[in-house]
């Protein structure tokens, strides 16, 4: 179902609206669309504050951790008051406050193998904003069962990292990673987040709103030392054994 705009939503969108490749259609689109974002942090954060601000209709919003004093560093969304709190709640009620068009779920749990389809369910789009965490890989598998987007970002000292895995249409997150990521470094440059997230929220702009993905198959890397982009292709793993079973038996 395609939700149409309300006139104050026509002038609150009016910027990117009147974008040729845009207009009202992508718009609505994107009204009408449901995001499954694990992650509140650095990155989460930012993702979810474009995406409601750009208009997605609604955004669940998975984390169980809290709020600490370094958090602050790299997000604009909690304040000191905030410290020893769940992510996800202050989110929830901060997120609320930014666009009363869009609905936002926080839930403070951990993503598993147990409530990761419950999670997903009505979802057109899944965003993975923690890959240091197990949810990847279920959301993978949810991607892998249900041919949806999956979205991931990494960031770390000066670099960071952003692709689109869509099986069916390219490599699942198993064909890159076919073992869970080790935990990375502490050390992390405030922005980066916010640069990654929101090339990452443009992405998840672009296939919610029709255009198309452009990092299915491409890992864009930013390093932050020498200020430059570059990219990676990705391809499916034929031997991959969470994606291909699926493929090969329809």
């Not at 990117?16 to 609505?28: K, S």
């Not at 709103?209 to 890992?219: I, K, N, Q, Y």
Request: charged letters at 20%; aromatic letters at 6%; hydrophobic letters at 40%.
């Amino acid at each position: 179902m395609v939700y149409l705009l309300s006139p104050a939503e026509v002038t609150r969108y009016s910027q990117q609206i009147a974008l040729p490749e845009w207009g009202r259609e992508a718009q609505q689109k994107v009204k009408s669309s449901r995001v499954l974002l694990a992650g509140a942090g650095g990155l989460g954060s930012v993702i979810a504050l474009h995406l409601l601000a750009a208009g997605v209709g609604a955004l669940r919003l998975v984390d169980r951790t809290r709020i600490s004093l370094p958090d602050l560093n790299s997000t604009f969304l909690y304040r000191e008051r905030d410290l020893g709190r769940i992510k996800s709640a202050i989110a929830e009620r901060r997120l609320k406050e930014l666009n009363p068009f869009g609905t936002i779920e926080g839930l403070g749990k951990a993503i598993s193998e147990h409530n990761v389809n419950r999670l997903a369910s009505g979802c057109h789009l899944l965003i993975n904003a923690m890959p240091e965490e197990p949810a990847g890989d279920f959301l993978n598998l949810v991607a892998v069962k249900h041919c949806l987007p999956l979205l991931t970002a990494w960031v770390g000292e000066m670099d960071g990292q952003v692709t689109t895995f869509w099986p069916g249409k390219g490599p699942c997150l198993a064909c890159y990673l076919p073992e869970a990521p080790v935990a990375g470094t502490s050390a992390l440059m405030g922005p980066l987040p916010g640069i990654l997230g929101g090339l990452l929220s443009l992405e998840a702009l672009r296939i919610l709103g029709g255009l198309g993905p452009a990092l299915v198959g491409r890992l864009l890397i930013f390093q932050g030392r020498r200020f430059s982009f570059q990219e990676k292709f990705l391809k499916e793993n034929p031997d991959c054994p969470v994606c291909r079973p699926r493929q090969t038996h329809g």
